[in-house]
């Protein structure tokens, strides 16, 4: 409930369960886990972790899957690899002009 009251506080808007969360990345795990406490049913994302990883991201190796399945009480549909080739771009570019 905090993370539900959270989410409105910051968005200033009404929070659903039925929320989509679109993300250029594969969340963490710390994200998937605020995702999985505030009851966001499903995550669309482009790059995963271990292209992150390829690329020099530095990523904990724990997928977003992981997180979800150990998960006793809360369901998250994940949905990867969308535009993943945009996001994969867009995280390259930001590595070179970190460098
Ligand atoms: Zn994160």
């Known amino acids: 409930m905090l ?7 910051v968005t200033g808007t009404f929070f659903s369960e039925r929320a989509i969360l679109y993300t250029t990345a594969e969340p963490c795990p710390m994200c998937q886990g605020a995702i999985l ?3 966001i049913e499903m995550v669309v994302f482009g ?3 271990r292209s992150l990883q390829k690329m020099g991201w530095r990523q904990i ?9 150990r998960s006793p009480a809360w369901r998250c549909t994940l949905v990867g690899g969308v535009l993943e080739r945009e996001c994969d771009a867009l995280f390259g570019l930001a590595i070179s002009r970190r460098n």
């Open 61 to 69: 190796d724990i997928f977003a899957e992981e997180v979800v399945r």
């Open 37 to 39: 406490w505030t009851g």
């Open 47 to 49: 790059t995963s972790i």
């Open 3 to 9: 993370c539900r009251g959270i989410v409105q506080y």
